[in-house]
């Protein structure tokens, strides 16, 4: 018998439920913006402890994100699509910083551009971007990669 076969299922609820607690009174106390603002750090938080306690990392692992997930659903938490994620939905209107860069090739942006420099720069971001959502999670992790690296 493993360390991890005796977690049972009412064990990861329980868990889940201690878990949903904690992120309710974060968010509450508005340390986290969204229910989801501690999902990496409890999820590394318990796995670690999990591991400490004799469990393989893959079992560990899959219990920490079982407990959080389980916590999410608790709670209620819609997960955001790709598109909320963007700063551009969080931006809300008047609040708009305006920008005087180009946001593809950072150039300063002339008189009249709200964006892009040029038309060019405009499709090439549209490109990347219908790409990026196209992809599968690998490789849009890969695309994602080499888009942060052309910022650098
Ligand atoms: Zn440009």
Redesign the pocket.
């Known amino acids: 018998m493993t360390v991890s076969s005796t977690f049972t299922r009412r064990r990861r609820m329980n868990m889940a439920g201690e878990v949903a607690k904690v992120i309710r009174l974060a968010f509450a106390a508005g340390r986290i913006t969204t229910l989801f603002g501690l999902e990496g750090a409890l999820q590394a938080a318990l796995r670690a402890d999990l591991c400490l306690r004799g469990w393989h990392w893959v079992d560990a692992h899959q219990a920490a994100t079982d407990i959080v997930e389980g916590a999410h659903s608790l709670l209620g938490a819609d997960r955001p699509d790709w598109y909320e994620g963007q700063p551009e939905y969080v931006i809300a209107g008047g609040v708009l910083i305006a920008r005087t860069r180009?946001k593809?090739?950072h150039?300063k942006l002339p008189e009249g551009r709200l964006k892009?420099?040029?038309g060019l720069?405009s499709s090439s971001e549209k490109q990347a971007l219908a790409k990026l959502r196209l992809a599968s999670s690998d490789r849009a992790a890969d695309l994602a990669v080499h888009m942060v690296r052309r910022v650098q």
Request: glycine letters at 0%; a positive charge; one cysteine or more.
């Open positions: 180009c593809r090739c150039k892009f420099c040029s720069c």
